[in-house]
């Protein structure tokens, strides 16, 4: 059997270390200048920022925005990979493949996703090293680097598209690898409808076919980097959120659990929120593919488990907060038993200490015309009485405090 020719881009979702800062403005004209500084710097490093000064809506063929930060590459090192970065420590690495294919769809899938990670890993320092060169630079402080201590790659998933020349469509082999390509995907029967014309791709789940790719700029790849980075944006939102849970209900530190979760919180919401200020500014047939690609991927149904998390975690934060005001509330109530207690004892010492000294001494009450009945009364009375009777009063507050409160 004869070779056949195959191209294919592998789309891989990768942590990447640096981060735009919580509430910068990418609009601002201090964000804009520093990624003029940055482009005109590293020229020759190929970083390509996406500098566009007209105004929005200016043309409807093209996007009037961008939500990447930038793209590398190092055509030195490998010609054929780019490394799309965005917000939320997310980088999709896009590299172009040639493969021979005889007729082994799974070896070929497999080989595939191994020469994807071989070339990710071949670049990884280089790019670490670029990254922190740009935040050494002036205004450097948008970004936040947060080297970890391992130098390998962390690879989310290597996803795989299949770039097919409608002239090859008629081919046997073209279509068996295009039949068994597809055929774990949401929709194995899309693998007929492109061999018929009927449609000019399939994105759906891992696996990907694509026809007549324009090796500038196809709408469909891009719409599958950007649907990949908004998937696994929300999945790293919803990982953190997850451990705010876990802080939350398995921790004993509730200040560590409300910091957890006001942080995922703000990053959860913020990428929703440029999620729909982005698909404001695209093109009309992108938009349509992107949300096609996230509806096959119930990203809606993901979004939501995050709004669940946080409304998990809220509610058992507020549950223990208001554990801990009603001990308080208890400590405090004894506290005021006690003074009321000492209070009052205190007030029966004084009050059997005075009239005492009063009927002993009368020229103490020299302004009186007669002896004060009420000191006379309290002065005939045994301490020890006095004493009690103030204890019983303390308890009667109590008693009448406790029904206040009950109510």
């Not at 990418?26 to 105004?55: C, G, H, M, V, W």
């Not at 492109?194 to 469909?220: F, H, Q």
């Not at 982005?278 to 995050?306: F, N, P």
């Not at 058992?316 to 003074?339: C, P, Q, Y």
Request: glycine letters at 2%; one cysteine or more.
């Amino acid at each position: 059997m004869v070779p056949l020719q195959v191209d294919i881009q592998t789309i891989s979702p990768l942590y990447v270390p640096i981060e735009l800062k919580t509430g910068v403005d990418r609009s601002s004209p201090q964000y804009l200048n520093f990624q003029r500084l940055i482009d005109d710097e590293f020229e020759s490093a190929k970083f390509s920022y996406f500098l566009d000064t007209t105004t929005d809506y200016e043309s409807i063929e093209k996007d009037s925005w961008d939500n990447r930060l930038f793209i590398w590459e190092d055509k030195e090192l490998d010609q054929e990979l780019e490394i799309h970065v965005f917000p939320n420590n997310i980088g999709i690495v896009v590299i172009k493949h040639t493969f021979e294919y005889v007729g082994d769809t799974k070896a070929l899938e497999k080989t595939v996703q191994k020469k994807a990670t071989q070339q990710i890993k071949k670049v990884y320092a280089a790019f670490l090293e670029y990254l922190q060169l740009v935040c050494a630079r002036q205004y450097g402080d948008y970004f936040q680097l947060n080297l970890i201590t391992t130098d390998e790659p962390q690879i989310f998933w290597n996803s795989r598209s299949i770039s097919i020349d409608s002239q090859n469509l008629n081919l046997p082999l073209f279509q068996k690898l295009t039949n068994e390509w597809l055929a774990h995907t949401f929709r194995p029967d899309d693998a007929q409808d492109i061999v018929t014309g009927r449609i000019s791709y399939s994105m759906t789940w891992l696996n990907y076919v694509i026809v007549d790719l324009n090796e500038v700029d196809d709408e469909r790849l891009d719409c599958m980097i950007l649907a990949q980075y908004y998937y696994t944006a929300q999945e790293n939102c919803n990982k953190l959120l997850k451990q705010a849970v876990d802080i939350a209900y398995n921790g004993s530190n509730t200040n560590q659990a409300q910091h957890c979760l006001s942080r995922s919180r703000v990053i959860t919401r913020l990428h929703q929120v440029d999620f729909h200020e982005h698909v404001k500014y695209m093109t009309r047939t992108k938009r349509d593919i992107l949300e096609e690609i996230l509806a096959c991927w119930d990203y809606v149904q993901i979004t939501s488990s995050g709004q669940l998390m946080i409304e998990i975690c809220s509610s058992k934060i507020d549950e223990t907060e208001n554990a801990k005001r009603e001990r308080g509330s208890v400590i405090t109530d004894l506290l005021l038993v006690a003074l009321s207690f000492f209070t009052v004892f205190e007030l029966s010492l004084y009050l059997t200490e005075l009239s005492r000294e009063m009927m002993s001494r009368p020229a103490l009450d020299f302004n009186d015309e007669n002896p004060s009945f009420m000191l006379q009364f309290i002065a005939e009375i045994d301490a020890d009485v006095m004493f009690g009777s103030g204890f019983l009063l303390t308890m009667l507050l109590v008693f009448v405090y406790k029904i206040n409160k009950s109510k």
